[in-house]
T-cell receptor, first 110, second 114 residues
């Protein structure tokens, strides 16, 4: 069983709408949590990083939240654009290791 | 701008061929990794290296080998390609203290074995 679970597996929204992607993890001990964006045919690129003591981090229209007690994180995208169409991968760092979620495939339609 | 460069974006190889995937980074990173990425499974670690000539098996090393003769270059070798090795292969690198710096990924190589 994957120690980092993402939901939904895929999502389709209309341009301009908001959406929220979820990440639940069971790994420990926790160091930090990252969200990556992966465009089709490209490698993942880091969007945000949060440590244990942080519960929110923004990067433009992307806002990540973290609840270390419940081991849940979310990535909220506001005013979506066509260029937001990509896979979003949650990555949890533990001591000397990193665990990847399977990703959420987001499609933004005009 | 820091870079991880993978030599090929797309490759098509025949079953049984020996395949070399090359990865070069220009950030003086100690650690380098090879992952494969399949739909619904996410990234799975094949091999990693924390120093020149050093290598460690990841979660799915069977059918693969690696070579790190220089710090900046990490090669993934498919000794005898099989159709179940058709996948997207991603190279990544990071500093030794990787949980604090995160990974820099290459653009990926989509390998098709026919």
């Amino acid at each position: 069983k994957n120690q980092v679970e993402q939901s939904p597996q895929s999502l389709i929204i209309l341009e301009g709408k908001n959406c929220t992607l979820q990440c639940n993890y069971t790994v420990s001990p926790f160091s930090n949590l990252r969200w990556y964006k992966q465009d089709t045919g490209r490698g993942p690129v880091s969007l945000t990083i949060m440590t244990f003591s942080e519960n929110t981090k923004s990067n433009g229209r992307y806002t990540a939240t973290l609840d270390a007690d419940t081991k849940q994180s979310s990535l909220h995208i506001t005013a979506s654009q066509l260029s937001d169409s990509a896979s979003y991968i949650c990555v949890v760092s533990v001591t000397h290791d990193m665990r990847f979620g399977a990703g959420t495939r987001l499609t933004v339609k005009p | 701008d820091v870079k991880v460069t993978q030599s090929s974006r797309y490759l098509v190889k025949r079953t049984g061929e020996k395949v070399f995937l090359e990865c070069v980074q220009d950030m003086d990173h100690e650690n380098m990794f090879w992952y494969r990425q399949d739909p619904g499974l996410g990234l799975r670690l094949i091999y990693f290296s924390y120093d020149v000539k050093m290598k460690e098996k990841g979660d799915i090393p069977e059918g693969y080998s690696v070579s790190r003769e220089k710090k900046e270059r990490f090669s993934l070798i498919l000794e005898s390609a099989s159709t179940n090795q058709t996948s997207m292969y991603l190279c990544a690198s990071t500093y030794a203290d990787r949980e604090n710096y995160g990974y820099t990924f290459g653009s990926g190589t989509r390998l098709t074995v026919v």
